[in-house]
Nanobody, 125 residues
Framework: VQLQASGGGLVQAGGSLTLSCTAS????????WGWFRQAPGKERTFVAA???????TYADSVKDRFTISRENTKRTVHLHMNSLRPEDTADYYC????????????????????WGQGTLVTVSS
């Protein structure tokens, strides 16, 4: 499975941005998907995930501001980000879990087998 992330950019605080991740290879519908982010000098942290049946889970820091969604026919996962804050500035990474397995209740990076390249989101104050 190969993942291609896009949609990053520069946005003012309070603005919105949508990231997309398109997959090639594998059976898209059989995976759970997630987004992580990594700020400069910090560890990669969980942002959001979506199960094969469209169940979603979010980090507390983005709940009610970010929305993850998937389009199986387009083999694409989106992260819609609203009310962006300077602290949301980071490289954002999409990831796919293990085929046919359930998303763990508290997703961690090692629960995901495939990773895309990062796309940079910069939020100015």
């Amino acid at each position: 499975v190969q993942l291609q992330a896009s949609g990053g950019g520069l946005v003012q605080a309070g603005g919105s941005l949508t990231l997309s991740c398109t997959a090639s290879g594998g059976t898209f519908s059989g995976y759970y998907w997630g987004w992580f982010r990594q700020a400069p000098g910090k560890e990669r942290t969980f942002v959001a995930a979506i199960t094969q049946r469209n169940g979603v889970t979010y980090a507390d820091s983005v709940k009610d501001r970010f929305t993850i969604s998937r389009e199986n026919t387009k083999r694409t996962v989106h992260l819609h980000m609203n009310s962006l804050r300077p602290e949301d500035t980071a490289d954002y990474y999409c990831a796919a879990g293990s085929y046919g397995r359930d998303l763990p209740p508290t997703p961690q990076a090692n629960d995901f087998a495939f990773w895309g390249q990062g796309t940079l989101v910069t939020v100015s104050s």
